[in-house]
C-alpha cells in the first residue's frame, strides 16, 4: 500500500560529495515536491514540480537541484553536500485541481541525511 | 506572503484529557487549510482539512473548524489517547501547488 518511496532512510556522506536522493510515487500525481523538516523549523520547501521537466524554487532552494525526467519520479540532488544540509528529507506528491482529494499531499518516510 | 503560525510544544496531557492546539494563519484570498500528523519515524499524513470558511474538518476523533474572521484553524479533540502521541502540523495552501506548514507541536499523552 506504500504509495510514495523514498530510495534511502537514512544517508551518511561527507563533505563535498554528491547526493542523490530519489523519490517515487505510484497514483499518478502531477505535483511533487521536496522538504526538508529540522527541529524547531518545522517543513521548509526546497523545490517542487507540477509535470514532467518542470520545476520551481521553494523558499530555500541554495544548494539543491532536482530533475523530473518521468511522472513518477523526483530526484533531490546536492551537488556537494556540506554539514548544515544535514537534515530530514520528506518527498510528496499531490494531484491539482479540484474534488475532494485535490491538493492533499501524500508524503513518503523521509530520508535522513547526515553529512560529515 | 502565506505563513501559519501554531503554538509550541511540546503539550503533556494525560489520557482522556481534552486538547486544543492553535492555529492562526496569514493568506490572501481564500486558503484551504489543513492539519497532518506525524507518528514517531513516519512521514506526515493527512488528518483533516477545510477548504472554505465555516467547514468543519473531522477525522478520528479531530476537529478544526475554518475561522475565517479570527484567521484560525484550532485542533480540539474531546479525550485523548496514548496513541494520539505524535507532532502535529497546521498548513495552508492557496496556490494549489505547495504547501506552507507550521513549525509544529509535539503532543505526548501519558497513561
Known amino acids: 500500500d506504500v504509495k510514495v518511496t523514498q530510495s534511502s532512510r537514512y544517508l551518511v556522506k561527507r563533505t563535498g560529495e554528491k547526493v542523490f536522493l530519489e523519490c517515487v510515487q505510484d497514483m499518478d500525481h502531477e505535483n511533487m515536491f521536496w522538504y526538508r523538516q529540522d527541529p524547531g523549523l518545522g517543513l521548509r520547501l526546497i523545490y517542487f514540480s507540477y509535470d514532467v521537466k518542470m520545476k520551481e524554487k521553494g523558499d530555500i532552494p541554495e544548494g539543491y537541484s532536482v530533475s523530473r525526467e518521468k511522472k513518477e519520479r523526483f530526484s533531490l540532488i546536492l551537488e556537494s553536500a556540506s554539514t548544515n544540509q544535514t537534515s530530514m528529507y520528506l518527498c510528496?506528491?499531490?494531484?491539482?485541481?479540484?474534488?475532494?482529494?485535490?491538493?492533499?499531499?501524500?508524503f513518503g518516510a523521509g530520508s535522513r541525511l547526515t553529512v560529515l | 506572503g502565506n505563513s501559519v503560525t501554531q503554538m509550541e510544544g511540546p503539550v503533556t496531557l494525560s489520557e482522556e484529557a481534552f486538547l486544543t492546539i492553535n492555529c492562526t494563519y496569514t493568506a490572501t484570498g481564500y486558503p484551504s487549510l489543513f492539519w497532518y500528523v506525524q507518528y514517531p519515524g513516519e512521514g506526515l499524513q493527512l488528518l483533516l482539512k477545510?477548504?472554505?470558511?465555516?467547514d468543519k474538518g473531522s477525522n478520528k476523533g479531530f476537529e478544526a473548524t475554518y475561522r475565517k474572521e479570527t484567521t484560525s484553524f484550532h485542533l480540539e479533540k474531546g479525550s485523548v489517547q496514548v496513541s494520539d502521541s505524535a507532532v502535529y502540523f497546521c498548513a495552508l495552501t492557496n496556490s494549489g501547488y505547495a504547501l506552507n506548514f507550521g513549525k509544529g507541536t509535539s503532543l505526548l499523552v501519558t497513561p
Open positions: 510528496a506528491s499531490s494531484r491539482p485541481g479540484g474534488g475532494s482529494g485535490a491538493n492533499v499531499l501524500t
Open positions: 477545510a477548504t472554505k470558511a465555516d
